[in-house]
């Protein structure tokens, strides 16, 4: 088992302004800001001092399509993110995005519970 199984990994904000966004975070709470600079996304990552803490991102057409509005989303590590999401799924959770790579970060997706 990983150190990181069942423990919060990051938290991302999903938002319809992003400038506004990385404008209030960096006033309110200090944090810098980042360009990841992942081709085809526009992405950034809040950071305090060089640490990154959490991301930006603007809220998918396919999330509005499902009626998301902007949020904060928090991601928990597992060691099994497909055996995760079977699991999730017999137990009555609602898949949000099937397991997907992101290239050089890792797998994920995204589940609701019942």
């Known amino acids: 088992m990983s150190s990181n199984h069942g423990a919060f990994v990051w938290h991302e904000l999903l938002s319809t302004d992003i400038n506004s966004a990385k404008s209030f975070y960096s006033k309110v709470v200090e944090w810098g800001l980042q360009d990841s600079q992942m081709p085809g996304i526009d992405y950034w990552m809040f950071k305090v001092g060089q640490l990154p803490v959490a991301g930006l991102m603007t809220l998918p057409d396919e999330a509005k399509k499902m009626g998301a509005s902007p949020h904060w989303e928090g991601y928990v590590g597992v060691d099994d993110v497909d055996a995760t999401v079977a699991k999730a799924k017999q ?17 994920f997706a995204i589940l609701a519970d019942p």
């Open 91 to 107: 137990l009555g959770g609602r898949v949000f995005k099937e397991p997907t790579d992101i290239p050089n970060v890792g797998r």
